[in-house]
């Protein structure tokens, strides 16, 4: 059981590489000690690095990541790289960086991600993958004391009752790489106490139907809705911001990370995508986190925690007009956010059935297969038919999973009958 002083996501004392992670110094010291280095070498430099296993390298969180281990690979090691499908993708990774563990879904399936997971010489795990493929994984990497650096949001969304008291359990950090959550984590370093928070304002940035009426949006196309106007993405997280699903399961997310309660969480359009994220505190002062819209900011802090380091990126030019906006979200066009809020609200299965609803609709919608503004029709199908009972064990939470999947493809397939 947290209490008020625990410092959320901050290194406890008592866990992991505790107090020595405020120096990496004294971190990389006392992992010479623990792991008896007996080479006889006098400068710890060459065994001073973090060392990385990077579960779905090949994607776009992916190739942040590697664009900023190769900025700092005097501090950084990448030790096992894992990707869904792009073989020659994997191997071309594995060479340059020399890592010699690799994994590839399709060819080694669950287990290869979960060797890669626990590699005894891993000191943190990032998890880019999609969907809940890495939700076993995860769970082992926290079983065998591994940090868990988190870009993938379905894994929270899903099991973050799992996740979260697993790592209470064994002591180690998840920390977030969700650049809103990544911003919250950075707004509340050096105010601990969760008795402090009023809120947590997540930005969004409206995606690329922010001021499209809710009549046009019944015709946009699966390119309308992959074109958004400030960050690069994949496609699923991309129709996720069109439909501002995203911005739901990232409020989900949010609960889990922080532990604070649902209706301390609200959302804030923000088009310029520049301030990540905000947290307003008891005494009505707000701290937001600003950085222009890339990714290797959020990796990059992660990765180095708690230390800082030169930026690989553009920085913001105050020598120029900077406008920042902020108005509130319209959930009568974008349902989905609605949807999330009460899945939120109701807690138990409901979050994971709107994820994984949302999975299968996003997923039909990218094939061309289903219209803009049916997809949270889909998932409100669903969710009318989720029962609160939320499995307590990884197996029965992924069947649980399925079911809903094969829920929602039922109910698509009769609306192609309704309307063919
Ligand atoms: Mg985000």
Not at 55 to 63: P, V
Not at 134 to 156: F, M, W, Y
Request: aromatic fraction near 6%.
């Amino acid at each position: 059981m947290m209490t008020d002083n625990d410092n959320f996501l901050m290194p406890k004392p008592e866990s992991g590489f505790g107090n020595d992670r405020s120096n990496w110094k004294n971190y990389f010291h006392r992992r010479l000690r623990k792991n008896g280095d007996s080479s006889g070498r006098s400068s710890p430099s060459i065994h001073a690095k973090r060392r990385i296993v990077l579960l779905g390298a090949t994607g776009s969180i992916g190739e942040s990541t590697l664009q900023v281990i190769r900025a700092h690979s005097d501090r950084l090691e990448l030790i096992g790289v894992a990707a869904g499908r792009q073989g020659d993708k994997l191997d071309a990774i594995a060479r340059e960086f020399g890592v010699k563990e690799t994994s590839l879904f399709c060819r080694d399936g669950l287990q290869g991600l979960e060797r890669l997971a626990c590699l005894p010489e891993a000191d943190i795990v990032l998890v880019a993958t999609t969907g809940t493929i890495a939700l076993r994984p995860v769970l082992s990497a926290i079983a065998a004391g591994k940090d868990i650096a988190l870009a993938n949001k379905e894994t929270l969304v899903v099991g973050g009752h799992l996740v979260m008291s697993a790592a209470r359990a064994s002591g180690s950090r998840v920390y977030p790489i969700d650049s809103e959550h990544n911003a919250i984590f950075q707004c509340l370093e050096g105010n601990p106490k969760r008795s402090s928070i009023k809120r947590l304002l997540l930005t969004a940035s409206g995606g690329p139907f922010r001021e499209t009426s809710l009549e046009a949006l019944k015709n946009v196309t699966v390119e309308d809705a992959l074109r958004h106007p400030n960050w690069s993405m994949g496609p699923k997280i991309t129709v996720d911001s069109a439909t501002m699903a995203n911005k739901g399961l990232e409020m989900i997310e949010a609960r889990w990370l922080f532990d604070v309660r649902p209706d301390q969480i609200d959302v804030v359009i923000h088009p310029q995508s520049i301030v990540h994220s905000m947290v307003e505190f008891c005494d009505d002062s707000i701290i937001a986190q600003l950085a222009p819209p890339s990714m290797t900011f959020a990796i990059q802090h992660i990765l180095l925690y708690p230390e800082r380091a030169r930026g690989i990126n553009e920085t913001l030019d105050f020598t120029k007009v900077l406008s920042l906006e902020f108005r509130p979200p319209d959930e009568k066009k974008f349902p989905c956010l609605r949807l999330a809020r009460e899945s939120l609200d109701a807690g138990g299965f409901f979050p994971a059935a709107f994820s994984a609803a949302n999975e299968v609709a996003v997923d039909e919608f990218l094939h061309r297969g289903l219209p803009f503004l049916a997809i949270p029709k889909v998932i409100s199908h669903v969710l009318e038919r989720t029962s609160f009972e939320l499995p307590n064990n990884a197996d029965d939470l992924i069947e649980a999973e399925a079911a809903v999947h094969t829920q929602a493809e039922i109910f698509l397939r009769q609306m192609k009958t309704l309307t063919a």
